[in-house]
């Protein structure tokens, strides 16, 4: 019962930290424009990052439970430690990544215990290395293809309908791959070895999600929707499109991907188009060191976690 | 919740035309006192121009308090909201013109009287040019950008006329501050076009900013 609850506890933490996070960037335009109200976002938000995570979560599980053979000790001692670090570095506004904690957790547990699954971590550290540029690839083509028939709109009144209709549309279909692709780092650990099953796994997973959505704060979604507004109300529904088509494109592979990476990746992608640097090299040091320094801490404190749960039994 | 393009922006449209009506009546109304030799008469019609232009204000404050209580994107309303004062200036200038010629009692040489309407209608012409850019905004693009165009176009014949209107005011024989009043209002014509001129420019970046 103990460990149920205790496993259940560490992933609602991580999925809903997850959610928390990721709201903003989703849905922080559509409110700092006023196309929606920050309640109606969050509810939709949360009913599609629901169904994403459980109508399409289930392929990513697989990767997530092979980086190493999980127990019950490995999983709790990853995604605790994932959970805290992500909870200290939002705390002081750090960049960081759970995709990138839970692998660098479950690697570091699973070296401690001489069992990596080194093909799985390969594989998925070279989605790492793709995602900004395939969101970015992405982003280039949907702007060209979609500006071809928006540009044709000779009326501003249709066109301005025609963006709020992209920005709500492609907010809701990124919440959706957002779930779809990021479940599996939220319960994918806990599962096989008489842990989770696969559908409480989604089920858990989708609603610890939706619940970071719901709860996420108005006063950070404008924040960080400000920030995004930068850029008009059309460039950045396709950088949430582009974000979107990364997470779904890798949540059919069955890659959990840095949702932060793709957006990065798409944004920089929406500049190229019109010929404006959206992407200095601060953020270039961001992601590097999402790459880098997110998995050696979650990774360290993952080990410490895990030794002090083996000596107490 | 506003998804859609839907009823507080058709209003907001709604007073952007009677506000471009009310400036067009200040124009036509401070034309007449140019057209007129200017005797005690002017004072009806000053007082026109000051009702009228008064009135094009309260149109503007209402257009962007509806503005600010939640019409078109976030994005959008700064530029809207440039656009409905750029042209309120407009008739800001037209009005500066009624003072000019009423307060100073300038009376116009009847040899340049001609020159001056011409100047003035060039104005006009360059102001209902910057109505039909406003008009269509909403709903023709490319038939607002003509209209642009035709701004620039009105304003660059009124500036060739003023010059060669201030040149000919100073080869006349009459005082040097007759003169300097008469430079004066030719000028502040010449700035109804300028102020129509920068009001389209911002029609060209709304534009500009809703297409991809």
């Not at chain 1, 006023?34 to 990052?49: E, L, M, Q, S």
């Not at chain 2, 200038?93 to 011409?118: F, G, H, M, W």
């Not at chain 2, 209002?185 to 060209?204: F, K, V, Y």
């Amino acid at each position: 019962m103990l460990r149920d609850l205790l496993m259940i506890a560490t992933a609602m933490l991580l999925g809903w930290s997850l959610g928390y996070n990721n709201m903003a960037t989703i849905f922080g335009p559509l409110i700092t424009s006023d196309i929606i109200k920050y309640r109606v976002a969050t509810i939709t938000g949360a009913i599609f990052i629901f169904l994403g995570a459980f109508l399409g979560g289930d392929s990513g599980i697989s990767t997530m439970n092979s980086v190493t053979h999980v127990t019950f000790d490995i999983s709790v001692s990853a995604a605790l430690s994932t959970a805290i670090v992500v909870l200290i570095m939002t705390h002081y506004s750090l960049p960081t990544s759970i995709t990138q904690g839970i692998i660098g957790s479950l690697v570091g547990v699973g070296l401690v215990e001489r069992d990596v699954n080194w093909w799985i971590v390969g594989k998925v550290a070279i989605s790492w290395l793709i995602t900004p540029f395939g969101a970015l690839v992405i982003a280039v083509f949907s702007y060209i293809v979609i500006s071809l028939f928006y540009n044709r709109l000779k009326s501003l009144r249709l066109r301005g309908t025609v963006v709020r209709l992209m920005s709500f549309g492609f907010s809701i279909y990124a919440s959706y791959s957002l779930g779809a692709n990021n479940l599996a780092n939220i319960t994918g650990p806990f599962v096989g070895k008489g842990l989770f099953g696969r559908e409480e796994a989604l089920l858990i997973g989708g609603i610890a999600m939706a619940l970071g959505f719901l709860t996420a704060s108005k006063k950070v979604i404008r924040t960080i929707g400000k920030d995004i507004t930068i850029m008009e109300p059309f460039d950045s529904s396709i950088a949430i499109f582009g974000e979107g088509t990364s997470l779904l494109i890798f949540s059919f592979l069955g890659i959990p991907i840095s949702s932060a990476q793709a957006s990065v990746g798409s944004t920089a992608g929406v500049g190229i188009v019109n010929g404006i640097k959206t992407v200095s090299l601060k953020t270039i040091l961001r992601i590097v060191s999402g790459w880098l320094v997110t998995p050696f801490i979650t990774g360290t404190i993952a080990v410490i976690i895990y030794m002090v749960m083996k000596i107490w039994g | 919740m506003s998804l859609l393009f839907g009823k507080k922006e058709n209003e907001v449209i709604n007073l952007f035309r009677d506000h471009l009506n009310m400036v067009g009546q200040v124009i036509d109304e401070t034309f007449k006192i140019i057209k007129l030799s200017c005797d005690e008469d002017c004072t009806d019609i000053v007082k026109t121009v000051r009702q009228k232009e008064s009135e094009a204000d309260s149109i503007r404050r209402n257009a962007e308090t509806l503005m600010y209580s939640g019409a078109f994107l976030a994005q959008s309303r700064g530029d809207m909201l440039g656009l409905i004062e750029a042209v309120d200036k407009v008739a800001n200038k037209a009005e500066t013109v009624a003072d000019v010629i009423y307060l100073q009692n300038l009376k116009i040489p009847d040899s340049l009287r001609d020159k001056y309407i011409k100047e003035y209608e060039c104005s006009v012409e360059s102001f209902k040019a910057l109505a039909t850019a406003v008009e269509n905004l909403f709903e023709n693009i490319d038939k607002s950008k003509n209209a642009v165009l035709e701004v620039e176009r009105w304003e660059n014949t009124g500036d060739g006329i003023e010059r060669s209107l201030i040149k000919e005011v100073f080869t006349l024989n009459i005082e040097l501050a007759r003169k300097i009043q008469l430079r004066e209002l030719a000028l502040q014509i010449g700035d109804i076009a300028d102020r129509a001129e920068d009001a389209s420019d911002r029609i060209e970046i709304i534009i500009l900013k809703m297409s991809a």
